[in-house]
């Protein structure tokens, strides 16, 4: 059996839900206090799969790329306008587009992209909602493993790798944010 270059190179998205799962642990390994949960992680992860496709990229390596830096420089990274300008000139290779994003000609409009009044957090959706209303709120077991997995990233020394929180963990921190709900309402 013999495999194309290009098969190869999208190796992992063949399985998408796999595919999440591993730039799901890279988003965790680079942002371990990251304050939300693993399911509203792999949305976001999905809609950065979509967002990467929409802009040409198709590489496992590259897609994955493109997701790990709306997490960490903007979800709408790509929408800054040299960015923007590189990534549709057709008349490069998309490859050498994304190579080049990464050059130090394309340092100010990373500063740009960076900057906290460029993010749009309304890019990690495939339709912006219109307001709150319509985006799902976490249910109190997702805001329980948020609070464990932050004290366990507080916990862990800097470079090991996060365990896995224990159902005692969970069910206490989910009894501490009920209470203190309750302590909210009075």
Request: no cysteine; proline share 7%.
């Amino acid at each position: 059996m013999k495999f194309t270059r290009a098969q190869l190179d999208e190796w992992l998205q063949r399985d998408p839900e796999q595919f999440v799962e591993r730039v799901l642990e890279r988003v965790r390994e680079q942002h371990p206090t990251l304050r939300s949960t693993d399911d509203m992680l792999r949305d976001s992860i999905r809609a950065g799969v979509k967002r990467a496709r929409v802009n040409g990229l198709r590489s496992d390596r590259q897609v994955s790329e493109f997701i790990l830096i709306m997490f960490e420089v903007a979800p709408n990274f790509d929408q800054q306008k040299d960015i923007r300008q590189m990534l549709d000139d057709t008349s490069l290779p998309v490859e050498e587009r994304w190579e080049r994003l990464f050059t130090p000609a394309f340092d100010a409009a990373w500063d740009e992209a960076d900057q906290p009044g460029f993010l749009d957090a309304g890019a990690w959706f495939e339709t912006p909602p219109k307001d709150l209303s319509e985006v799902g709120l976490p249910s109190l077991e997702e805001w329980a493993e948020v609070v464990v997995l932050s004290r366990i990233a507080q916990q862990t020394p800097p470079g090991q790798p996060l365990r896995s929180p224990t159902l005692q963990e969970l069910y206490e921190a989910a009894v501490e944010i009920e209470q203190r709900v309750k302590a909210n309402k009075k």
